[in-house]
C-alpha cells in the first residue's frame, strides 16, 4: 500500500466513523432528552444510577473482544476453521461474563438500594435493564464486521439501534409511558438487533474446513487471552472512570445529582462517540501496518493528527464556555443549569480523550498490554485522587476534574512511549 493510498483509506475510515458516531452521539443526545421530561429528573436519577451499576460491573468483568477478533482474525486469514474456533470462543467468553456480572449486579444492587432511593415497585423495570445490559455484548460482533472492512454495515446498525431508542423515548414522552413499559420497548429493539448480528456472522460462526486445521492449542488459547488483558483492563478503568463517577455523584450528592451528571456527560460526549468506533474504524488497518512493518509513516500520522485535534478541541472548548448555561436552560430547563460546570470540565476531558485514541490504539498493538496497562494504572490514580477528593472537598462544582485529569495523563504518557519507541 503506497502513502497516498494509505492516506486516503485512513481519512474515509475516520470520516466513516466520524460521521456515524456525530449522528449516534445526536441520537443519544435526544433519548436522555425526552427521558428527562416523560420521567423527571429524581426518577431520570435513579434510572441513571441503575443503568451506570449493570454497565460497570458488565464493563469490568467483560473481555474486549473486538480487537481480539482483528488482530488475530489477520493472522488466521488463511485458516477459515481456526477463525471460527476464534468466534466461537469469545462470544461463548462474552456470554459468560455478562451472565456473571448479571448476577454480581443483583447481589451489589441489593446492598445500595436504600442510597440510591429504589423500592419494591422499581424492581420490575430494574431487572428489565438488568437483561438489557446481558444482550448488549456485541464485542465479537463489531469485531467480525471491521475486520471484514464491513465499516458502513457496522455502524449502519449502531445508529439504527439508537436510532430505534431515540424513537421510543419520544413515543414515551407523547404517550405518557411508564418507566417499566420504555424498557420492555427497549429490549425488544436490543434483542432483535442481537438475532441480526448473529444472522451476519453464522456462516463464519459455523466454519468450514478448507484443509488447513483448526484444532486450538493451549498456547493460541493463552495468547488470545493475554492480548485482550490489555484492552479488558483499559475498558475496566474507563467503566470505573465513566460509570464509577455517575455512582459516586449520587452517592455523595443523591440521585437528582445523578441525573444532572448524565445530561453533562452527554452533552460532553459528543467527542467520546467519535472515540470508540473512529477508533474500531482504523485499528485494523494499523494493525495491517505494524504487521507490514511500515510504521514510520503512520507513526507521523498519527502525531500530527493528536496535535491538530488537541488545536481543535481547545476552540470547541473555548465556545462552549460561552454557550453552555443558554443550551442548559433552552433545552432542559432551569433545573438542569447547575450542570454547566461540570459540563464544560467533562468536555474539556473528552475533547483530551479524542486527541489520544490515535495513539493508544497504535501503543497496544506495537508495545503490547503492558504499556496500556501502565498508562491506564497511572491515570486512575490521578483520577480517584482528584475525582473523588476535590468534589467530597470543595462541592460539586468539582465534579468531574478526576476524568479531566486521567485524559491528560493518558495523552501525555501515550506521545511519551511513541517518542522513545522511535529512539
Known sequence: ????????????????????????AVLGYLVVL???????????????????????????MSFQSWQVIIKFGNE????????????????????????????FSVLILNLVLEKIDLDVKDYS?????????????????????????????????????????????????????SLEEYFKFVLLNVFLMYLIYVK???????????????????????????????????STVGAIKQKGETIIVGMMFGSSYAGLYAVA????????????????????????????KDEHRMIESLLKATYVTLGLG???LVLSIFSIELIMVSLFGEEFLSASTMTI?????????????????????????????????????????TGIVMPYLLGEKWIGVGSLFFSLTIVYMGIRQIIRGRK
Open 1 to 24: 500500500m503506497n502513502n497516498k493510498t494509505g492516506k486516503n483509506k485512513f481519512l474515509r475510515l475516520f470520516a466513516v466513523g466520524f460521521g456515524s458516531s456525530l449522528m449516534m
Open 34 to 60: 425526552f427521558n428527562t421530561k416523560t420521567f423527571g429528573l429524581g426518577l431520570f436519577g435513579k434510572m441513571v444510577l441503575v443503568q451506570a451499576l449493570f454497565e460497570m460491573i458488565n464493563k469490568i
Open 76 to 103: 488466521y486469514e488463511h485458516n477459515k476453521a481456526k477463525f471460527s474456533v476464534l468466534l466461537r470462543v469469545f462470544l461463548l467468553t462474552d456470554w459468560i461474563t455478562s451472565i456473571i456480572s448479571a448476577v
Open 125 to 177: 423495570w430494574v431487572y428489565i435493564c438488568l437483561i438489557i445490559t446481558v444482550f448488549s455484548a456485541k464485542g465479537v460482533f463489531e469485531g467480525y464486521m471491521r475486520l471484514q472492512e464491513r465499516f458502513v454495515l457496522a455502524n449502519g446498525l449502531q445508529i439504527i439501534q439508537v436510532g430505534a431508542t431515540a424513537i421510543i423515548a419520544i413515543c414515551a414522552y407523547y404517550f405518557d409511558l
Open 200 to 234: 451476519i456472522i453464522i456462516k463464519d460462526l459455523i466454519g468450514k474446513d478448507n484443509g488447513v486445521s483448526g484444532d486450538l492449542t493451549v498456547k493460541e488459547l493463552k495468547e488470545w487471552y493475554k492480548f485482550s488483558i490489555g484492552g479488558t483492563y483499559n
Open 265 to 292: 456527560y452527554r452533552i460532553a460526549a459528543m467527542g467520546n462517540k467519535v472515540v470508540e468506533s473512529a477508533r474500531q474504524a482504523i485499528y485494523p488497518m494499523i494493525a495491517v501496518k505494524i504487521k507490514q
Open 314 to 316: 481547545a476552540l470547541i
Open 345 to 385: 470540565v467533562l468536555t474539556a476531558a473528552m475533547l483530551v480523550n479524542l486527541a489520544s485514541f490515535y495513539m493508544n490504539s497504535f501503543v497496544q498493538l506495537k508495545y503490547g498490554s503492558a504499556a496500556i496497562i501502565k498508562a491506564t494504572t497511572v491515570g486512575l490514580v490521578l483520577y480517584l485522587l
